[in-house]
């Protein structure tokens, strides 16, 4: 059993479509097709191999909220550490029988409580994972690694419309390095936007690009000049996605 979860005609933050495959991509600097084959699975010399973040491979176009954060946290061991993504697909799928949560590593429960360390650290131990998500130190105390403690930074938690009325995330940092610049998907789209303001990074860039003064932009939209400054230095990072 898994949380989608309709509430009258709103759809439960996480399963709110926002991300094309390819804006993954973009988002989460990986190599073009990699979100498509994590969030959807994929067929290689005759073989199909199961999604690693859906349970299964479904027809749609658009990733949710939802895939996009546990597609986010499993792009911090894209470049270092070089995890099987069969163990990563075991643990995603322990995970989920044990929570009853399609998206378990979303969730405050999961993430901010002892209870969910121990029970990542469970899973991860019977998915024969080394210490990737959490590590246990003296006395039986377990922690997590340093790629989930700064996703955990990065997170915004504020309750779902689910009757449970779980805290889930909310809200991103868009990139690290980049404070200023959240990924939410009830402000526009999901795209970029600059923090307390309901305006796309990509419009202030736009602007400066065009001969505006950094100063007089950040006159017109009440913001500081270093939110201009960051929003500008995100656009140029991420060209394609702002």
């Given at each position: 059993?898994?949380?989608?979860?309709?509430?009258?005609?709103?759809?439960?933050?996480?399963?709110?479509?926002?991300?094309?495959?390819?804006?993954?991509?973009?988002?989460?600097?990986?190599?073009?097709?990699?979100?498509?084959?994590?969030?959807?699975?994929?067929?290689?010399?005759?073989?199909?191999?199961?999604?690693?973040?859906?349970?299964?491979?479904?027809?749609?176009?658009?990733?949710?909220?939802?895939e996009y954060?546990?597609?986010?946290?499993?792009?911090?061991?894209?470049?270092?550490?070089?995890?099987?993504?069969?163990?990563?697909?075991?643990?995603?799928?322990?995970?989920?029988?044990?929570?009853?949560?399609e998206f378990?590593?979303?969730?405050?429960?999961?993430?901010?409580?002892?209870?969910?360390?121990?029970?990542?650290?469970?899973?991860?131990?019977?998915?024969?994972?080394?210490?990737?998500?959490?590590?246990?130190?003296?006395?039986?105390?377990?922690?997590?690694?340093?790629?989930?403690?700064?996703?955990?930074?990065?997170?915004?938690f504020q309750?779902?419309?689910?009757?449970?009325?779980?805290?889930?995330?909310?809200?991103?940092?868009?990139?690290?390095?980049?404070?200023?610049?959240?990924?939410?998907?009830?402000?526009?789209?999901?795209?970029?936007?600059?923090?307390?303001?309901?305006?796309?990074?990509?419009?202030?860039?736009?602007?400066?690009?065009?001969?505006?003064?950094?100063?007089?932009?950040?006159?017109?939209?009440?913001?500081?000049?270093?939110?201009?400054?960051?929003?500008?230095?995100?656009?140029?990072?991420?060209?394609?996605?702002?």
């Amino acid at each position: 059993m898994c949380d989608r979860v309709i509430v009258g005609d709103e759809v439960s933050l996480l399963h709110r479509p926002v991300y094309t495959y390819a804006q993954v991509d973009r988002l989460l600097k990986l190599s073009s097709g990699t979100a498509r084959r994590w969030i959807q699975g994929y067929r290689r010399r005759g073989v199909n191999y199961r999604p690693v973040v859906r349970p299964g491979t479904i027809d749609s176009t658009w990733v949710v909220w939802g895939e996009y954060i546990e597609a986010r946290l499993l792009s911090e061991w894209r470049d270092t550490d070089n995890v099987p993504m069969h163990n990563l697909r075991r643990i995603a799928d322990s995970l989920r029988a044990e929570t009853g949560l399609e998206f378990p590593l979303a969730y405050h429960q999961t993430l901010m409580q002892p209870l969910g360390r121990e029970m990542v650290w469970r899973a991860q131990q019977d998915s024969e994972l080394p210490d990737d998500f959490a590590t246990e130190v003296g006395s039986g105390q377990i922690v997590w690694t340093a790629p989930v403690e700064r996703f955990i930074e990065a997170a915004t938690f504020q309750p779902d419309v689910t009757p449970e009325a779980r805290r889930l995330i909310a809200e991103m940092d868009a990139d690290d390095g980049f404070p200023h610049i959240k990924l939410n998907p009830r402000r526009r789209g999901g795209e970029p936007v600059v923090h307390g303001h309901n305006v796309r990074a990509a419009t202030i860039a736009a602007l400066v690009a065009a001969g505006e003064d950094p100063a007089e932009v950040a006159r017109w939209y009440l913001m500081s000049e270093d939110q201009v400054d960051e929003a500008v230095r995100y656009v140029e990072s991420h060209p394609r996605v702002a």
